[in-house]
């Protein structure tokens, strides 16, 4: 079906995440209800504030999918503040903090996602004749996806891990890297859990394995809800916590979940 409109539907994100597919869902004749089913902390430790500002030094770019990607780098990486490399983001909001806490930006992702980002930052290397490598440091998640990496590997670009603390562009080829600087959690229990029957709640849009955490931890979950899932991790964390998924979306974005729904 992929039909909004009707549905009151439970949005799982984190809170500052919330606000647009809400708004959106709204204009399409739906019922939103924002509950939060996670949270976001940056990581501090002295190793990764090691490897980001080596990484820093040495790239050329930092790509940049979130606002809380841009405050990370920001508080682990503030002696090199303002930023000299050049910084590619996805979206307005990352784009604003990227320019108020690192000092600038210097292309925004036109298609609004990781692999468009991938593809504008493939576009200027080829235009630049593709002789110097190209050196991208990717700040975001904990376990977060690799959209970047896979779009650019077929300009060999060479991957590496999240967990390597050495000198990542010693050698002269294209390298991509990417540093951990915060992790999602799930959203602590609570007691007595919320009755999202008694909600009117039909749908639930689940976007992690930790938002699947965060829910049952919050609330009683009617057995008749449509649980939309983003992808195959998040379908598997679902049905171990005895939710029945209804719908896997097939992309990222809150469009993809819409058109999950059975």
Known sequence: ??????????????????????????????????????????????GTARSLGEGLRGADWLALTSARGAEAVAALAAELLPLRLQIAVVGDKTAAAARELLGR??????????????????ARWRQSGGAAP??????GAEHGRRDIEEALAP????????????SAFADNLGHVIRIAVYRTVPA???????????????TIFLASPSA??????????????????IGPTTSEAARAGGLRVAGEAAGRGLQAMIEAIP
């Open 1 to 46: 079906m992929g039909e909004a409109a009707g549905r009151t539907v439970l949005i799982t994100r984190s809170a500052e995440d919330c606000e647009a597919w809400a708004a959106d869902l709204s204009r399409r004749g739906a019922r939103p209800l924002v509950f939060p089913c996670i949270g976001c902390e940056p990581i501090r430790d002295a």
């Open 155 to 166: 300009i060999d670009a060479e991957v590496a891990g999240a967990s390597s603390h050495s």
């Open 188 to 202: 602590p229990a609570q007691e007595p859990r919320e009755d999202l029957a008694a909600l009117g709640v039909d």
């Open 134 to 139: 190209l050196r991208l440091l990717v700040a």
């Open 105 to 122: 930006v210097d292309l925004v992702a036109a298609g609004g996602t990781a692999r468009s980002l991938a593809g504008d930052l493939a």
């Open 212 to 229: 699947v955490a965060g829910l049952l931890a919050r609330a009683r979950v009617p057995a008749d809800a449509a649980v939309i899932t």
